[in-house]
């Protein structure tokens, strides 16, 4: 007996030895580790409820290197200090960038006023809305010093936009950028503050041209693009065609029509309008391949040039004047920087594809643009490329061919086989980003990616490069009109997938926690060489379980528009489905619906159990042995604080309310959307304002 007790504790002993040693095994894929050390210390920062001290991240960094020194004897100190220096670095990083950035906002309703600013950005089409982006903004009755440094308004009805450049006068109304419509959800006015942005508004009359600025970079990069945009459409007569080639060739994307828009997520296309690696690694390899062949047909050039490093010197160039061209995007950004890192091993003779460029990208973009890596951009973009590279960087350790060994059906084969890996890789990689942000992956993507991509690689990408190279000889349209006829065909491909059933995945919103394990997970997966990397499933298997077993809320309001939605079955339930459309999409994808349904008396709603009834003094919602009472009559107010668990009203409530959980228009103004969960132990109740407060960027109050 004694003697089995001992051999088992050895067993329990070694196993710790045992992991180590697997550990130190992979000292060379540490380095790895390192952007997602510094990306938790920048989701820290974003996450906390309230600003940390400014001595905090100095203090954490300093505690990490007397850390590590204290531990260097024996071996875990570089890495227990780069840890936790790494977190440290993030935290201070991002707390860096939102004091840099910082702007006035606006925190009330201002207007109608008159404004003047300066156009430094136009997204949208003459005709219909148009929104333009002022720096410099006066706003008359606005003092200066809480005039917000850019503001953006919408405009309709234009037969011709103002040029960027240009200044002007416009009578709008002005809003503090929106705050997240549902508890957790996103926050506009976080990325508006990273954007310079202090007010949105709408216009009340025309613009009006009051005179011209000295134009600066981005606005004549904004001019660019304009110009560019304007050859494309004189060229391709219909207008979806036209609006997805001057969103791959400009960036610019507010000319696509909401169809068009829908049939793309919903096909899983969508990624093929947002700028990135795809795109850019077209460009610098069109580039690349095109000045290479042509200094190799020069023979006297050949002989005395480096000509594979001209060669990548020009589609460096080219890639730098595409990214800025697009208005410079997250996603552009690191697809700029892993192709300038590609391109530098070319030159340098190294290895161009490694998980080590995906990292220096990464860290790169982390601690110049720490705010980064809470959008879908960085995220979808950054999965994507990190699973790929890994996949491939596997399969080139398991299968070594000597030069000359395959035959042209079988690279034909092969290059089929990596297409459809590639998709899948991809498409795997980045759903988890798509259910977290949009609540929705689409069940097709792998399949239609899968003629799309080549498509767009071989076929649209290439004339539109070429088209770039005709615009200053007024040639364009040579390469426009075939770019046209792929473009057509990728919107039949988005049409028809899109049509097919259950082409979109529609989920409730999971718990907070389950995208950070995915990604931990994932990251294990990729990053590690050996065996025990099999282990990161895990995590992606465990996050998937919790978003699919999620309980979204029951039951939502909000004050500005006052709306309740209440979940019943496969249905919401909307009191008012006119107004708040953004927000209604939102709530729909929340509790992961497709169509409201409007509820009110008119509608004969009597269902006798669990669900919702109306009659003209309101609604009675019953769920899990809980009631809420939904008031349109005052008159009802008094007799149901007594004998239900939540009450509803657009009427403040008296104090004497002997109802558990009150929701009225002070209650909804001061803390923001109202989300209600019944459960059979009790009630959940979540609010915007629970986890809103005390950051820069929620100056104005919850809307």
Not at 240 to 250: D, F, G, I, M, N
Not at 384 to 398: D, K, P, S
């Amino acid at each position: 007996m004694t003697l089995a007790a001992g051999r088992v504790w050895d067993g329990t002993t070694a196993l710790p030895s045992r992991a180590v040693g697997l550990f130190l095994a992979e000292r060379d894929r540490w380095a790895l580790w390192l952007p997602f050390f510094l990306g938790t210390g920048v989701a820290i920062y974003f996450w906390l409820p309230m600003e940390p001290p400014v001595w905090v991240a100095p203090t954490l960094v300093a505690g990490a290197l007397m850390l590590a020194l204290a531990l260097r004897g024996d071996g875990w100190g570089l890495p227990v200090g780069l840890t936790v220096g790494m977190v440290a670095l993030g935290l201070g990083a991002a707390q860096l960038r939102t004091t840099i950035v910082d702007q006035p906002q606006l925190t009330s309703r201002i207007g109608p006023a008159s404004v003047t600013g300066q156009v430094v950005d136009i997204d949208g089409d003459p005709g219909g809305r148009v929104r333009l982006t002022l720096s410099g903004p006066v706003v008359d009755g606005l003092p200066v010093p809480d005039t917000p440094g850019r503001v953006r308004i919408s405009v309709g009805g234009l037969d011709s936009i103002p040029a960027p450049g240009s200044r002007i006068r416009v009578r709008a109304v002005l809003l503090p950028p929106g705050g997240p419509v549902v508890p957790g959800g996103f926050d506009y006015r976080r990325t508006a503050y990273f954007l310079g942005l202090g007010a949105v508004g709408y216009a009340v009359g025309s613009p009006e041209v009051v005179g011209d600025d000295d134009p600066g970079g981005d606005v004549w990069l904004e001019a660019r693009r304009r110009s560019v945009a304007a050859a494309i459409r004189g060229v391709l007569p219909d207008p979806a065609v036209a609006a997805v080639a001057v969103s791959l060739l400009t960036g610019e994307r507010g000319g696509l029509s909401d169809d068009v828009q829908e049939d793309l997520r919903a096909a899983g296309l969508a990624h093929l309008l947002a700028i990135s690696g795809l795109h850019l690694g077209l460009v610098a390899g069109l580039v690349f391949f095109s000045v290479r062949l042509g200094l190799a047909l020069v023979p006297p050039l050949a002989l005395r040039l480096p000509v594979k490093r001209v060669a990548a010197s020009f589609a460096l160039v080219a890639a730098l004047g595409y990214m800025l061209l697009v208005g410079a995007p997250i996603s552009t950004q690191r697809a700029f920087l892993m192709t300038a890192l590609v391109l530098l091993a070319v030159m340098t003779d190294r290895d161009p594809i490694s998980l080590r460029l995906v990292a220096i990208a990464a860290l790169t973009i982390l601690l110049i643009r720490p705010e980064a890596l809470m959008g879908a951009s960085f995220q979808m973009s950054f999965a994507a490329v990190t699973a790929l590279v890994a996949a491939y960087e596997a399969a080139r350790r398991r299968h070594r061919r000597p030069p000359g060994s395959r035959t042209w059906p079988r690279r034909l084969g092969v290059y089929l086989t990596g297409v459809a890996a590639t998709t899948v890789i991809a498409w795997a990689a980045t759903a988890f980003f798509a259910l977290d942000n949009f609540q929705r992956v689409a069940s097709y993507g792998a399949v239609s990616n899968l003629v799309a991509v080549p498509l767009t690689a071989f076929w649209i990408m290439p004339w539109g490069v070429l088209a770039y190279l005709l615009l200053p000889l007024g040639l364009e349209g040579a390469a426009l009109v075939p770019m046209g006829w792929g473009i057509d065909i990728l919107l039949v491909i988005a049409d028809t997938a899109a049509g097919w059933p259950h082409a979109s995945l529609t989920v409730a919103a999971g718990p907070r926690w389950a995208l950070p394990l995915a990604v931990t997970g994932g990251l294990w997966l990729c990053l590690w060489t050996r065996p025990w990397r099999w282990l990161g499933v895990i995590g992606p298997a465990v996050a998937l379980t919790a978003i699919l077993s999620a309980t979204p809320p029951h039951l939502l309001v909000s004050i500005d528009p006052a709306v309740w939605a209440a979940r019943d079955g496969e249905a919401l339930y909307l009191s008012d489905t006119r107004r708040g459309g953004y927000q209604r999409d939102v709530w729909l994808r929340t509790v992961g619906l497709d169509q409201p349904r409007l509820a009110g008396p008119s509608q004969a709603l009597s269902v006798p159990a669990d669900g919702l009834t109306c009659d003209s003094q309101g609604c009675l919602y019953r769920r899990n042995g809980h009631t809420a009472a939904l008031l349109t009559d005052s008159s009802a107010l008094a007799e149901d604080c007594g004998r239900v668990d939540v009450i509803v009203s657009w009427i403040a409530v008296p104090a004497a309310c002997a109802a558990p959980v009150v929701i009225d228009p002070p209650a909804l103004w001061a803390a923001g959307t109202h989300a209600v969960t019944f459960h059979t132990r009790g009630i959940d109740l979540r609010r915007v304002g629970d986890s809103a407060t005390g950051r820069p960027w929620q100056q104005a109050p919850p809307r």
